[in-house]
């Protein structure tokens, strides 16, 4: 609750109650909030209210509404100048801008952090700088933004005035998917439905990608929809590499597990080439490699310590003129195919 929501009830109850002075309780009813938050308000702000308390026993009678309620009475609210904005900062969100625009006068030129009053809450975001601007201020974030309501003042120093303005309360949004969304990820289940084939999946997309996991193996993905889809589609992309065994005769070449297709350009004289296959983890990473035409030699494959290729923890010669393919399909176990 802002002082200006204050204000604007106040203005509001006078028009609508034909009064001068105002009930908290009729202030409280226009903002759906308790008449002692009110109080708590004035009592906090007490330069900005001229009130009287109008006792239970004071026989004060109000000729147009008849006996009136006791309690606190206000007769008048000091506006501030208050702040605007229409930037959004979204849960999950790194950081981000706010800019703010006085309803009155400017702000100063200053970048100083310290002419702004920032009530964080739980939103884990933090003030680190502000621009030169005095028209409109453009206030930046750090952190990662969570849950809550960010609350903001410029102090008098910052603004043109003699006080400090109201305070702004900003809502985290939190990270929802549009309609707009949801065409775009169907559309993306799509194409991928397009490129691994049929499977027994149905409109709704938990099934759909429950069903594409299931046809393509087990794979590093997440909870989250976003990072399936990314981890699927990263399964069915195309990437190409080389690798040059001419020097592997006892000391194995890594394999280049961020490429899809390995093509082996060349080999020791008189000996296989030799690859070094990372620890696996069950991630269901596959890998093809081919031989170059020129290859005569084969390539051996040797399993990380103690994990197996196709069941046994040896290596593995694969002869010339040949393509596998290598998917790490549980933790400790290769399957060579």
């Known amino acids: 609750m802002t002082h200006k929501q204050i204000y604007s009830a106040f203005q509001a109850c006078k028009k609508i109650y034909g009064t001068q002075e105002v009930h908290v309780q009729l202030i409280a009813k226009q903002l759906g909030v308790t008449a002692s938050e009110i109080v708590e308000h004035i009592e906090a702000n007490h330069t900005l209210f001229v009130t009287r308390m109008n ?44 800019v703010l625009t006085p309803s009155a006068g400017t702000f100063n030129a200053s970048t100083s952090v310290a002419n ?4 964080a809450g739980t939103t884990g975001l933090t003030l680190a700088s502000v621009n030169t601007a005095t028209a409109t201020k453009t206030l ?23 006080s400090n303005t109201d305070y702004i309360e900003i809502d985290i949004v939190e990270r929802n998917m549009s309609a707009a969304d949801y065409s775009l990820v169907e559309s993306d289940l799509d194409a991928l439905e397009t490129t691994i084939g ?15 996991e299931s046809v393509v193996g087990t794979y590093s993905g997440g909870d989250d929809i976003a990072t399936d889809l990314a981890a699927l589609q990263a399964l069915n992309v195309i990437t190409t590499t080389t690798l040059n065994l001419s020097l592997t005769n006892g000391s194995p070449a890594a394999l280049p597990v961020t490429h899809s297709h390995v093509i082996v350009t060349a080999n020791p004289e008189l000996n296989p080439g030799e690859i070094a296959l990372p620890v696996s983890t069950g991630s269901g990473l596959k890998v093809t490699v081919i ?41 400790g176990e290769w399957l060579l195919i």
């Open 55 to 98: 006792n239970i026993n004071s026989g004060y009678e109000n000729k147009v509404l008849g006996n009136e309620y006791p309690g606190l009475l206000v007769s008048s609210v000091s506006s501030l100048v208050w702040l605007t904005t229409s930037s959004i900062i979204r849960e999950g969100d790194d950081g981000g801008t706010i």
């Open 140 to 162: 930046t974030f750090t952190g990662t933004a969570y849950s809550g309501k960010l609350k903001i003042a410029c102090k008098a120093a910052g603004v043109s005035g003699t």
């Open 116 to 119: 702004w009053i920032v009530d």
């Open 198 to 212: 049929t499977y027994s999946g149905d409109n709704d997309i938990a099934t759909d990608l429950a069903a594409l």
């Open 291 to 331: 031989d170059a035409p020129s290859i005569t030699t084969g390539i051996v494959f040797h399993p990380d310590s103690t994990d197996t290729i196709n069941g046994k923890n040896d290596t593995f010669l694969v002869p010339n003129k040949s393509s596998v393919t290598l998917i790490d399909i549980s933790e």
